[in-house]
């Protein structure tokens, strides 16, 4: 099986898919003129945004739901896995691809805003929906639906709960067979409960989980502060083969910097746009602006919190091409969550590995039910025209005996399967996102002539030349009736003031 998958990656992950991802990223940094520079004032403002409606939740509820797809294991195990297969090097590559991909996080997230629908009371989008009605191709929509459904509900949750099971079991010596029933029955709890319970349980455990994990991994820096300069130094110099020790490894840095770059941030990936759909907002591009910065907040934060611990520890290893140690610091230890337990253990005795155990449950657990939202999403786009209200609840048994599944099997099977799912999506995706940019990028420069006017940014589709946003032209049509009827009856109201003195 596991020599199936790998050689299913081969071909997925080939050199394509790496250049495609970074230069699809620089290309729309250009064309966006680095907004992801000029807007981070504005990004960080319309962040805290936390107005919702009955069908839509808050900017800041869309922002917490896409951080728990991207804040997870990747996070920590995926620096591992970079770090032991690329070398140290890899880490920058995975900042390129968050620094370049906040673009694409910007063009994917605004198309998913401009073509959302109103689905059962509750705002849909995503890849599928835009594809359809952007691109005219209802084919290449079905297929990232029926791709993103198999992803997120089957291949990707065991990469989640693997990590969760390895760091339990290092940290408290909890079996995997009682980590994959506890985690059945929280899991059965929070998707039963549809997208709302999900929004809040997003908002009110991601934040506490990245910011407390952050902290605690900028004490450890602090405490050993004259380091990171030469840490610093270890990482350019392995991104572009000029340390010795790593040299041989260049091709290997940019490959797995790149792709555990796109698994933990996502960028271009295609899931960030479900979640940002769901907000209720006066303009697409401002929740573009607001999952760009997600993207810094879980690769430039997040991830490079758990990379300088290990580099400054030295609690890591990396492996040749063929498997040859190239740097042994921990003996004897798979590349995963384990590094980061015994780092952070060796600077906080009897803390640091229960810790990590801690932040990998939330961080894993709230990407599982990240997942189970997007699965859903693309569920509903398939019920617009197929009826089988069965796919949802088939949906949860799936994605709780996947991830029961992936409790229990091995480390290596699981990231295997988690790469396909993530290779496939990004394939259809970025592809979709390059032919479709225009719009988004349309709407960015609505969005920046009316700040420039001083006005609240307003989208109206049929301004831009934008068509089939049908959810737009909807509530177009609603605030004119709605206009007209208030209108009518101020002037009825003015008449009947009027009519006792015509008497």
Known sequence: MEDLVNAVNGVIWSPALIYLCLGVGLYLSVRTRFLQLRHFREMLRLMFNTESTASGVSSFQALAMTLAGRVGTGNIAGVATAITFGGPGAIFWMWMVAFLGASSAFVESTLGQVYKEKIDGQYRGGPAFY????????????????????????????????????????????????????????????IFGGVKRIALFAGAVVPFMALGYIIVACVIIALNIEQLPGVMALVLKSAFGMEAGFGAILGLAIQWGVKRGVYSNEAGQGTGPHASSAAAVSHPAKQGLVQAFSVYIDTLFV???????????GQYNVQGPEGQAMYTGIAGVAAGPGYVQIAMESIMPGFGSIFVALALFFFAFTTIVAYYYIAETNIAYINRKIQLPWLSFVLKIALMAATVYGTVKTADLAWGLGDIGVGLMAWLNIIAIVLMQKPALACLRDYEVQKARGLDPVFHPEALGIVNAAYWEGRRAEDNLAAELAAQAGKAAEEGELAPRKR
């Open 131 to 190: 594809i359809e009605k952007g691109l005219g191709l209802k084919w290449y929509a079905w297929l990232f639906a029926i791709t993103t459904i198999i992803a997120t509900g089957v291949l990707l949750p065991g990469v989640q709960a693997n990590s969760i099971a390895a760091s339990l079991n290092t940290a408290f010596g909890i079996a995997p067979t009682v980590t994959a029933a506890v985690l059945a029955i929280i899991l059965g709890f929070i």
């Open 303 to 313: 991830c490079s919190a758990t990379a300088f611990m290990l580099l400054i520890t």
